[in-house]
């Protein structure tokens, strides 16, 4: 009787790694499986979230290798060897506060419902990452791919702006 050889993959999340085995038993992460479900379903950080499923509204936008990228889009065992960032991954890991991104689309209502927040915060964290001073113009870019059905675009621009000491022009 010959026995299947498993190979195994290593994620870094959020500056942990997780060792998972890739096959098609239950417990494993199938080749198939998206980047979205594995961080959803296995290691249980929901914030980003499954919507579209396409990669076409943002709602589960990570940061991977710094830069910002739908991850219902990418298979699981493509993402070896890169630095994967959650939401949940922003708050400071000594004293749980969160991220002053964070704190500004709280502190400003950037949201209503907050589907999407968790996409359009990690959109705008990976284009503050480059630019600290981006133009409307350029943060409209950057969260081009990302859908509010509820309509806050506008906050989310004026945030983003304050936070970084801009107005909006």
Request: a negative charge.
């Amino acid at each position: 009787m010959k026995t299947e050889q498993k190979s195994y993959i290593v994620l870094n999340v959020n500056g942990h790694d997780y060792k998972f085995t890739v096959g098609n038993d239950p417990q494993d992460v199938a080749p198939s499986e998206t980047l979205v479900r594995t961080l959803r379903d296995r290691l249980e950080l929901t914030a980003a979230k499954i919507s579209c499923d396409k990669g076409a509204c943002g709602a589960c936008t990570v940061i991977i290798d710094g830069e910002a990228v739908p991850s219902c889009s990418l298979l699981t065992v493509e993402c070896e060897d890169k630095k994967i960032i959650t939401l949940e991954g922003l708050e400071d890991p000594e004293t749980g506060e969160l991220d002053p991104l964070q704190q500004a689309f709280i502190d400003n209502t950037a949201f209503q419902c907050g589907y999407c927040s968790p996409g359009a915060i990690m959109v705008v964290k990976a284009l503050l990452d480059k630019n600290p001073k981006p133009t409307v113009e350029e943060l409209q870019e950057a969260l081009a791919g990302n859908y509010c059905r509820c309509g806050t675009h506008h906050q989310v621009i004026e945030t983003v702006m304050k936070f970084t000491g801009q107005e909006v022009s």
